[in-house]
């Protein structure tokens, strides 16, 4: 299964949904607060073209927001 990489921050209830979604399917992942690392901003906004959170990255996929859409979408990269 594939490894994600999430830009999060603490107080972002789509940042928590996301990490439950992750975990209930059994993602490993590396999470990058963009609150508390310096330049985890500017590199989110990188990769994404946007200054949104959450971002997860899957590969050369990514994914803006948690939503039905999103978690849809991204259920299908990760295999399930």
Do not use: W
Not at 33 to 56: D, M, Q, R, W, Y
Not at 57 to 64: E, K, L, Q, R, T
């Amino acid at each position: 299964m594939a490894t994600a990489v999430i830009y999060t921050a603490p107080e972002c209830p789509h940042s928590k949904k996301l990490k439950e979604f992750l975990n209930e399917k059994g993602v490993q992942y590396e999470e990058k607060c963009v609150l508390t690392n310096p330049g985890t901003f500017e590199e989110l906004a990188k990769i994404s073209g946007h200054k949104a959170i959450p971002v997860t990255a899957v590969g050369d996929d990514i994914f803006v927001g948690f939503d039905k859409r999103v978690e849809r979408r991204l259920g299908r990269r990760l295999g399930g």
